[in-house]
């Protein structure tokens, strides 16, 4: 089965940068390129939600109103990784970033569908 990993997380200051990245840990069989990936995010106290998607073919992204214009994904299907490039970014971006994969091939995660496979999560911090 797939097994997702996640990196790039740490500390920044507001207004700073970092780039995620999910990529699989090489099953054999599974590719992370199968799938449209989200990134979600869980702050302390609230719930889990959906940053940023990207579709299978790579063609159609979605991002959340709180991030639209800071935030880009992106996939290279030739590295197997998914990357979140985050800009600017505010306190309230602090949170632990999880990256999942869809069977669905979907940019659009419908709530009410749970992904197929979970990172185990790559923490950010943005503080002064």
């Known amino acids: 089965q797939l097994q997702i990993v996640e990196s790039g997380g740490g500390s920044v200051q507001p207004g700073g940068s970092l780039r995620l990245s999910c990529t699989d840990s090489?099953?054999?069989?599974?590719?992370?390129?199968?799938?449209?990936i989200g990134w979600f995010r869980q702050a302390p106290g609230k719930e889990r939600e959906v940053v940023s998607s990207i579709s299978r073919s790579g063609f159609d992204t979605i991002y959340a109103d709180s991030v639209e214009g800071r935030f880009t994904i992106s996939r290279d299907d030739a590295k197997d990784t998914v990357y979140l490039q985050m800009n600017s970014l505010r306190a309230e971006d602090t949170g632990t970033y999880y990256c999942?994969?869809?069977?669905?091939?979907?940019?659009?995660?419908?709530?009410?569908?749970?992904?197929?496979?979970w990172g185990q999560g790559t923490q950010v911090n943005v503080s002064s």
């Open positions: 999942a994969a869809s069977s669905t091939g979907l940019a659009y995660f419908d709530p009410r569908i749970e992904p197929d496979y």
């Open positions: 090489g099953s054999p069989g599974f590719r992370l390129s199968y799938y449209s």
